[in-house]
């Protein structure tokens, strides 16, 4: 992979085999966990679990029979 310039950023091309492998889509997010040697540790963040967490500090819940669907939310 080639590291490239993205505006004021730095960015990487995922390989198609790397993306089916981490079950990635655009809009995903990645975290940089740890960084071994020069090799980094990545996994794809769950914002749905990262939510609910969030929610439950709070002591809120969601609606009876609530699901998080990025996809439908963004057809409403």
């Given at each position: ?52 967490e969030r929610m439950e500090q709070r002591g809120w ?16």
């Amino acid at each position: 992979m080639k590291v490239l310039k993205w505006d004021d950023d730095l960015a990487v091309r995922l390989p198609k085999e790397l993306v089916e492998k981490m079950g990635l889509s655009e809009g995903d997010e990645l975290n940089i966990v740890d960084v071994v040697g020069r090799t980094l540790v990545v996994e794809k963040a769950d914002k749905r679990a990262e939510s609910l967490e969030r929610m439950e500090q709070r002591g809120w819940s969601a609606p009876e029979g609530y699901k998080f669907d990025r996809d439908e939310a963004n057809e409403r």
